[in-house]
């Protein structure tokens, strides 16, 4: 009886090894999957934060070409009623100048319109102070034509600043426009070099575009465009760029060259 407990309890030590090293297994394997699962939710909440970095960087180019439009509009709106003012000044002179050539014309008339059997001596006082009148007048139109020259000079200046700020907030916008190009790498053929991004000239990508690579935030590489159509372009991988270590693959951002600089 001693012998069957014996050999009974010996079984059932067996047993209880082989499932304690079966378990042991599957323990194991279920503490690497679980290891693995947190180091690739690790590597995602990096990835998350570097892309809010960037989104972040961005706002404040927003921003900051937003306040200068802003002041250039401003200065824009005070350029205009300066020029409103130069140009309302400039028409009273021309009224002035005009009432004054009258007045010049009038007083020509009267010579020529001296009555029959008046002689020169009768009347000598009366045209030496038409003649003084005409040249005091002569002297205002002069005066008043230097005036409306120097008027025509200022407003001249004045269109010029608004069309100057007119050119420098076009070319602001212009360039921002061109610098808000933000695409991703969709396919990647290692064997021939290439990558195929998910924008063309519906994002303004044009044969002079050049493109940066860029992972969170650091640059991977550069491209060189071989295609273009609506919504996808294919760019060959300038190998010489590529920073050493690293290889393009899909989801990399696609961002213009003068974005980054």
Known sequence: MTKVLFLL???????????????????????????????????????????????????????????????????????????RNVQAEADRTQDQLKTAQEKINGYKQELTNIPPGFSVETINEDINKLKQSIADGEAQVAKIQEQVTAKEGELKKVQDTVNDIKERIETRKKSFDRNSLVATVIAVNNDWGFVVVDGGTDKGITAETSLLVTRGNQTIGKLKIVSIAGSKTVANIDQKSLRSGLSITPGDRVILETLYR
């Open 9 to 83: 309890s010996a079984v059932v030590m067996v047993v209880a090894g082989f499932f304690s090293y079966q378990n042991r297994d599957t323990f194991v394997k279920a503490r690497q999957e679980r290891q693995t699962a947190d180091a690739s939710t690790k590597s995602e909440m990096v990835k998350l934060k570097n892309e809010a970095g960037v989104v972040v960087g961005l706002q404040g180019e927003v921003d900051k070409v937003t306040g200068e439009i802003t002041n250039e509009t401003e200065r824009l709106n005070q350029a205009k009623i300066k020029l």
